[in-house]
């Protein structure tokens, strides 16, 4: 199965602006996230889908790169337009924002893709302060592997629970990385967007809605994103340490 692993990567970010092109340990951002996708052993190629010439200019000299449509509501949509013009049979949509992805979560992503239309990854909570976090998406899955519900609010809600809740459940975090087989992902972003993805703000509830099967791979990964200009610092750190 022939697989691309797509990065979408927009110059203009509220938070954190041209944050792709941000140096973190003398390399833009940008450049540590391809090259930790370059480390997979099961994508075929790496390609960087930005709306930006500063961004293509840059990314150009270490990964395909293709200019997309500035107007893309997600970055599904951003590398849908990428995927329709390429050929392969599955695409996997990982942050830009992760300059310490594991190659192995993405592997591990793309393995479920086998017997799946959509695959993404979990990773149970160690902290109490992401129980109530809004920004720390928790997924629920059943015995297949497959996921039942995402939401913002901690799911299950523990009616007799007593003491601390990690001790009496082990809540899923949904990391922010989805594999799709290519067909999927091109029918995907044809449909409206859902009742519960409006809801929720999570557009992976558009395919359970409408009944496209995720399966969820738990791994030990926590992710650790750049989202403001402070966490350059505690990225460098991280990537002195290791």
């Not at 927009?10 to 792709?20: D, I, L, M, V």
């Not at 992503?109 to 160690?126: F, G, K, Y």
Request: glycine share 6%.
């Amino acid at each position: 199965m022939r697989t691309v692993g797509i990065i979408p990567a927009r110059y203009g970010s509220t938070r954190f602006p041209g944050k792709p092109l941000a140096l973190i340990a003398g390399k833009p951002l940008i450049q540590h996230v391809v090259e930790r996708c370059q480390k997979s052993k099961k994508l075929s190629e790496v390609v960087v889908a930005t709306d930006d010439t500063r961004i293509w200019e840059v990314a150009q000299n270490f990964c395909r790169v293709e200019m997309t449509a500035p107007e893309h509501p997600s970055g599904s949509d951003r590398i849908a337009e990428v995927a329709r013009n390429c050929s392969c049979d599955a695409v996997v949509n990982i942050q830009g924002d992760e300059p310490l992805i594991d190659p192995r979560v993405i592997d591990s992503v793309v393995d479920a893709l086998h017997d799946c239309e959509m695959s993404t990854a979990a990773t149970q909570i160690r902290d109490n302060g992401e129980l109530d976090n809004a920004n720390v998406v928790k997924v629920v899955v059943n015995v297949a592997g497959r996921a039942m519900y995402f939401s913002r609010r901690t799911i299950p809600f523990l009616r007799d629970a007593k003491g601390e809740a990690l001790k009496a459940f082990p809540f899923l975090k949904h990391l922010g990385i989805y594999g799709y087989r290519r067909d999927t992902l091109l029918k995907l972003v044809k449909l409206p967007i859902s009742a519960l993805e409006q809801a929720e703000k999570l557009e992976q509830l558009r395919a359970l809605e409408n009944g496209i099967s995720i399966a969820v791979r738990v791994v030990e990964y926590d992710s650790v994103g750049v989202d403001i200009p402070a966490d350059v610092a505690r990225v460098e750190k991280l990537l002195q340490q290791k």
